[in-house]
């Protein structure tokens, strides 16, 4: 069974972050030049909530708020789940779906270092189970 760790050495190192004072307009422009559905919020690469688009359809859109002037840290899930980088694949597939979340960042010694969607738990897992899969077909 593979560990977070192992997909991490597969995905760029960057972590994707916002600061909880900039604006949310600010925050989906960056998630949509990275092409990702959530960003970590940190303050001094410390997380302190997620922004995912969900949150942005449920407490902007539904609320009827303006993106420019609506704070990250007025819409962040503070409560976050997250994962160690020895996690399984398996414990992470299980969080997804005890808590009805696709993002969970990794955090290790209280730094983000990463984050795995469900998309790439599904991939890893279906890899284990059937091998190599082509996204090209």
């Known amino acids: 069974m593979h560990t977070v760790a192992d997909l991490l050495a597969r995905k760029p190192r960057d972590v994707i972050w916002i600061g909880p004072l900039e604006s949310v307009f600010d925050a989906l422009t960056v998630m949509n030049e990275k092409d990702v559905g959530a960003l970590c919020v940190q303050i001094e690469g410390y997380l302190v909530g997620i922004l995912s688009e969900r949150d942005y359809v449920r407490k902007v859109i539904l609320d009827i708020h303006a993106s420019k002037l609506t704070k990250v840290s007025e819409v962040m899930t503070t409560e976050v789940i997250t ?47 059937v091998g190599e899969v082509d996204e090209d077909e």
Do not use: N, Y
């Not at 983000?112 to 599904?122: A, H, N, Q, W």
């Open 83 to 129: 994962v160690k980088p020895d996690d399984t694949v398996l414990h992470c597939i299980a969080l997804t779906k005890k808590h009805h979340i696709r993002h969970l960042p990794v955090v290790d010694e209280g730094k983000t270092i990463g984050m795995v969607s469900l998309r790439d738990l599904f991939l890893d897992a279906i890899e284990e189970q």
